[in-house]
């Protein structure tokens, strides 16, 4: 399992990564603040919008949703209290899958679905989570693209 410390350099290294990917697809960092709501906050053109980022240290064909941040406290996930535009997911194997997801509608599914994932611990990340798996096949089409490859 990986210390605080390799967490916090994972975290850091794919910052810097995914500054170089909005950056090679036309994308302006308007700003980077530790807020709880989103990541970062994006220009293209006349658009602004946010980015809640998420990354896993390998390949999966299912995406980790937080739902309880801490079972102690019982704290709410990531999934209920971000306001980001969007989710920015990203795979970090033998290669790096990244997808972009629209959070507001995402959210709206996800609520109406989540009886059909299977809910998991997590003591891997920040400390004890809930999270639901979800597959990346069950995602509609619509909700869903790969951004990078």
């Known amino acids: 399992m990986p210390t605080f410390e390799e967490n916090v350099k994972f975290a850091q290294d794919q910052e810097v990564f995914y ?4 950056r090679e697809l036309g994308y302006d960092i308007v700003d980077r603040k530790d807020t709880k709501y989103y990541d ?3 220009r293209k053109g006349k ?10 240290r390998d390949l ?3 995406l980790w949703i937080e739902t309880t941040q801490d079972t102690t406290t019982n704290k709410t996930g990531w999934i209920y209290y971000t306001k980001a535009d969007f989710l920015v997911y990203g795979m970090f194997g033998d290669q790096v899958l990244v997808y972009r997801i ?20 997590s003591t891997k990340g920040w400390g004890h989570t809930l999270n639901r798996i ?14 990078h490859k």
């Open 19 to 22: 500054n170089k990917l909005y």
């Open 60 to 62: 999966n064909d299912f």
């Open 40 to 42: 970062v906050k994006l």
């Open 102 to 121: 629209p959070l507001k509608d995402f959210k709206l599914w996800f609520e109406r679905n989540i009886d059909q994932f299977v809910e998991k611990p």
């Open 134 to 147: 979800v597959p990346i096949k069950d995602i509609p089409s619509s909700l869903i693209k790969l951004i």
């Open 47 to 56: 658009f602004i919008f946010t980015v809640e980022e998420k990354a896993l």
